[in-house]
C-alpha cells in the first residue's frame, strides 16, 4: 500500500561503498529494533528496518491491539491502556519490553517519548542504543530559552524575547507589553503547537496564558513560559540537519510548512517556493550551526521565522524525525530512516554537503480525521470505507490504518500522509490535487475536500503562503457546498440500474423467474419504464424522474432539464464505478452506500447525498435540549468553570475538554442561569451528550417571580 524509499538509490549506494572502504571499532551491532510508537510512524520504521534485514518489535496498548503496526511488526507486547500515560509513556514498560524480546535500540519515532530526555538517559544506562541525538542536546534544544541563548552564542538568527525565570502572571503580562502586541506566548518545552498561544490584545492575554499552561501541563509536565514578539504573517521554513558520532553535518536543505491551523501543519512541502539560492544556503548553513553547537547526531530539524523579506529567525530545535520528512526524502533521493539507523549504530553520514542535490519538488498532504467546516475540529470513529490512490514512483502514502479500523479519541487524528513528486511544482500540485480527489474516506469527517480546495487556491499556486493563509482566505477556502448536475444523474442513473439488478437477481429465486410480478420492473404497456427517485443534497430535496429508453439509455428529469444519459457500472467490492456520457460529455465517478447515505467521488472532489428517512424513524438521540452546550466530541472532562446557579453570557466558557491531545474550550451558546452540569473533571463523554443544561425562560421567570416581596 506504501510505497518504499528505493534502498540502492543513489545515496545508499554511495554510503555502501563508503562503508566498505572504512572500519571504526565503536560501531554497534543492530540486530533487533525496537519501535516505542504506534501508527504511521511506526509502520514507516518497520519498512526501512525491514529493508536492511533488521527485525522489529512493536508495542501496542488495548485500543491497538489489532492495529496495523501491530501485525507488521516481527513481535509485538502489550504495555496497557488506551491512555498514552499508561501505555507509550511508560517509560519503564518500554524498557522491559526491550530487555524481554532482545532489541538492541529503540527508535521513538515521533510523539511520545522521542524528545524525552529522561528516557533517552535511561536507555543509554540499561546499554540500549537510543535511535536519536544525544540527551544534552534534546536538553538543551527542548528548553526554548535555553535553545535561544544557545543559538545566539553560535550566530543563529534570533527573536528576542522574555524568558526569565520570573513566572509570575503580572511579570509576564509587563514584558509583553515591553515587547509590544501581537505577542506568542510558548511553553519553553512545547513542540507540535501545544503550549502555545497568540495573544493580540492585553485584554486578551490572560485568558491565553491560562490556557497555555494548562495545555503544556498536560502535554509536557510542565508550565513555565516564555514570551516572544508575533511575526505577524510569517512562512514557517525548517530545514532538515544530519549530524553522525564524527563530527559530520550535512543540510538536506528546507520545507515551507507555513499553512497551518491551530498552529499544526496540514501541507508541506520542499524545497521552499520563491526562496533565492542565496537565502537558501544561508538558511542550510544556519541550520548546521544549530547542531553543532550542541554536538547533534542523527535526524534534527530546524525551524525558522521568515519574514516577507526573506529575513529569518530561530524557533526552535526538533530532535526527532518530523512528520513531514517525506517530502525531503523524495527530493533528495534518500531514506532518512536508514541513515538514522545507520548513525546510531556508529556509521559515518554516507555524503558530504556537495553530494547533496535537490531534484524536482514534493507535497506532503495531511489526510486527518476532522471536520474543517466546524473549525477542524478533530473526529474519531470507524472507517467504514478505506480507498487510497495507488502508489507508485511518484506517489506515497505512509499510513497506519485499514479499512475497517478505527480512529481513537486516544490519539492523534491523522490517517495517513500523502506524498506526491515531480520534476517542478507546477506538476507535483497538479498531481496532489489529482492524488486527492482518488482518496475515499468515509466513516468520519477529513480535511480531504478541504486540501483540496486549498491545493487548487491561485495564491498557493503562486506560491505566496504564510502562517495566516487560511484566515485570509477562508472565504474561498470555504465555499459553499453545490452537487453538480453531472453527479446528481449519475447518482440517480446507478440506483435504478442497482435496483434493477437486485430486482433481476431476486426474481431468479424464485419459481416463476419470468412472472412480471416477480420481476417488479415498472413496465408499463406502450410506455418505457419510470422511476422517481428523492434525495436530500443537504436540506435541499431533490426530486428525479429517471426513464428507462429501449436502447438502454436514460433520461434524467429534474429540476425543470432533461439529461440523456448512457452508463455503465461494475461492482469492486464495496464501491460501484460508473462511467456516463451525460448529453454527450464523458464522465465517471465512484459510489459508495453507507447507511442512507450516497457518496460519490468524482474528479470535482466528494458529495454526498442522502434518501429521506421517514419521520416515524426518526429519533430525538442522545443529545441535550435545544440550547444547551454539547460536546463537539469523544473527550476527557478537564476543567469546569460554572455550578447550577451560575449566570452566564453567551461566550463565556463553560467547559474545557482535552480530545485527540488538544484542549478545547466549550462556551456558553446562550445567555441564561446553568441549571445542570451533567459531568465532573475527569469524566470520559461521547460526542453530542449535553455538558451544561440552562434553565427554560419559564424556570428563569418563575424562579425570578419567586424572589420577589410586595
Not at 509587563?174 to 506568542?184: D, K, N, S
Not at 458529495?607 to 466530541?633: C, N, Q, Y
Not at 424562579?703 to 410586595?710: C, G, L, Q
Amino acid at each position: 500500500m506504501n510505497a518504499i524509499i528505493n534502498p540502492l538509490s543513489k545515496f545508499n549506494r554511495l554510503s555502501i561503498q563508503i562503508l566498505q572502504n572504512r572500519s571504526f571499532s565503536n560501531k554497534a551491532s543492530i540486530e533487533k529494533i525496537l519501535i516505542a510508537n504506534r501508527g504511521e510512524i511506526a509502520c514507516r520504521v518497520i519498512k526501512t528496518a525491514r529493508s536492511l534485514g533488521i527485525k522489529t518489535v512493536s508495542v501496542y496498548s488495548d485500543a491497538d491491539r489489532n492495529a496495523l503496526h501491530v501485525s507488521m511488526a516481527d513481535e509485538a507486547y502489550h504495555i496497557g491502556p488506551a491512555a498514552a500515560n499508561q501505555s507509550y509513556l511508560c517509560q519503564d514498560k518500554i524498557l522491559d519490553v526491550a530487555r524481554k524480546s532482545g532489541a538492541q535500540a529503540i527508535h521513538p519515532g515521533y510523539g511520545f517519548l522521542s524528545e524525552n530526555v529522561e528516557f533517552a538517559e535511561l536507555c543509554g544506562e540499561k546499554g540500549i542504543i537510543f535511535i536519536g541525538p544525544p540527551s544534552t542536546a534534546i536538553r538543551d534544544m527542548g528548553i526554548k530559552s535555553t535553545s535561544k541563548s544557545i543559538m545566539s552564542a553560535a550566530g543563529v538568527p534570533i527573536i528576542e524575547g522574555y524568558h526569565g525565570e520570573d513566572q509570575s502572571d503580572s511579570r509576564l503580562k509587563q514584558e509583553a507589553a515591553a515587547i509590544g502586541y501581537p505577542v506568542m506566548i510558548k511553553a519553553v518545552r512545547g513542540g507540535g503547537g501545544k503550549g502555545m498561544r497568540i495573544s493580540m490584545t492585553e485584554s486578551e492575554f490572560d485568558e491565553q496564558l491560562e490556557s497555555a499552561r494548562r495545555e503544556a501541563m498536560k502535554s509536557f509536565g510542565d508550565q513555565v513560559m516564555l514570551i516572544e514578539k508575533f511575526v505577524e504573517m510569517p512562512r514557517h521554513v525548517e530545514v532538515q540537519v544530519f549530524g553522525d558520532k564524527h563530527g559530520n553535518y550535512v543540510y538536506l536543505y528546507e520545507r515551507d510548512c507555513s499553512v497551518q491551523r491551530r498552529h499544526q501543519k496540514i501541507i508541506e512541502e520542499a524545497p521552499a517556493p520563491g526562496l533565492t539560492e542565496e537565502t537558501r544556503r544561508a538558511i542550510g548553513e544556519a541550520a548546521v550551526r544549530a547542531a553543532q553547537a550542541v554536538n547533534y547526531v542523527g535526524a534534527g530539524t530546524v525551524e525558522f521565522i521568515m519574514d516577507k523579506d526573506q529575513k529569518f529567525y530561530f524557533m526552535e530545535m526538533n530532535t526527532r524525525l518530523q512528520v513531514e520528512h517525506p517530502v525531503t526524502e523524495m527530493v533528495t533521493g534518500t531514506d532518512l530512516v536508514d541513515w538514522q539507523i545507520k548513525v546510531a549504530a556508529g556509521e559515518p553520514l554516507p555524503v558530504i554537503q556537495s553530494d547533496i542535490k535537490l531534484n524536482g519538488h514534493a507535497f506532503e498532504a495531511r489526510i486527518y480525521a476532522e471536520d474543517p467546516n466546524n473549525s477542524f475540529m478533530p473526529g474519531a470513529g470507524p472507517l467504514l470505507h478505506l480507498s487510497p490512490p495507488q502508489c507508485d514512483r511518484n506517489t506515497r502514502i505512509d499510513t497506519g490504518v485499514r479499512q475497517g479500523d478505527e480512529v481513537s479519541v486516544h490519539y492523534d487524528p491523522m490517517i495517513a500522509k500523502l506524498i506526491v513528486w515531480s520534476e517542478d511544482r507546477e506538476s507535483a500540485l497538479r498531481r496532489c490535487r489529482s492524488a486527492l480527489t482518488q482518496y475515499q474516506v468515509l466513516g468520519l469527517n477529513t480535511n480531504i475536500q478541504f486540501l483540496t480546495d486549498l491545493a487548487k487556491h491561485p495564491e498557493f499556486m503562486k506560491g505566496n503562503v504564510h502562517t495566516d493563509f487560511i484566515p485570509q482566505f477562508s472565504q474561498d477556502l470555504f465555499p459553499e457546498h453545490v452537487t453538480s448536475t453531472t453527479a446528481v444523474c449519475q447518482a440517480a442513473v446507478a440506483m435504478v440500474i442497482q435496483q434493477s439488478q437486485k430486482i433481476e437477481k431476486e426474481a431468479k429465486n424464485t419459481q416463476d423467474p419470468f412472472s412480471p410480478f416477480s420481476m417488479c420492473s415498472s413496465m408499463r404497456i406502450n410506455q418505457n419504464p419510470t422511476r422517481w427517485i428523492n434525495l436530500l443534497d443537504g436540506e435541499k430535496e431533490l426530486k428525479m424522474e429517471v426513464v428507462t429508453n429501449l436502447d438502454g439509455s436514460y433520461i434524467v428529469n429534474f429540476a425543470g432539464q432533461s439529461y440523456t444519459v448512457l452508463a455503465n457500472i461494475e461492482q469492486s467490492g464495496d464501491k460501484t464505478n460508473i462511467i456516463t456520457i451525460i448529453d454527450g460529455v464523458k464522465t465517471q465517478a465512484s459510489i459508495v452506500t453507507v447507511g442512507n447515505s450516497l457518496h460519490l467521488f468524482t474528479a470535482e472532489g466528494q458529495h454526498e447525498l442522502k434518501l429521506p428517512i421517514p419521520k416515524f424513524m426518526l429519533s430525538t438521540g442522545e443529545g441535550g435540549s435545544l440550547g444547551d452546550a454539547v460536546s463537539p466530541m469523544p473527550g476527557v472532562i478537564e476543567k469546569v468553570t460554572v455550578t447550577p446557579g451560575t449566570s452566564v453570557e453567551k461566550g463565556d466558557p463553560l467547559v474545557i475538554m482535552i480530545a485527540m491531545k488538544m484542549e478545547y474550550v466549550i462556551r456558553a451558546p446562550k445567555s441564561g442561569i446553568v441549571e445542570s452540569v451533567f459531568y465532573k473533571v475527569g469524566d470520559t463523554v461521547q460526542k453530542g451528550v449535553a455538558l451544561v443544561h440552562f434553565q427554560d425562560n419559564k424556570s428563569a421567570n418563575q424562579s425570578d417571580d419567586s424572589s420577589k416581596t410586595d
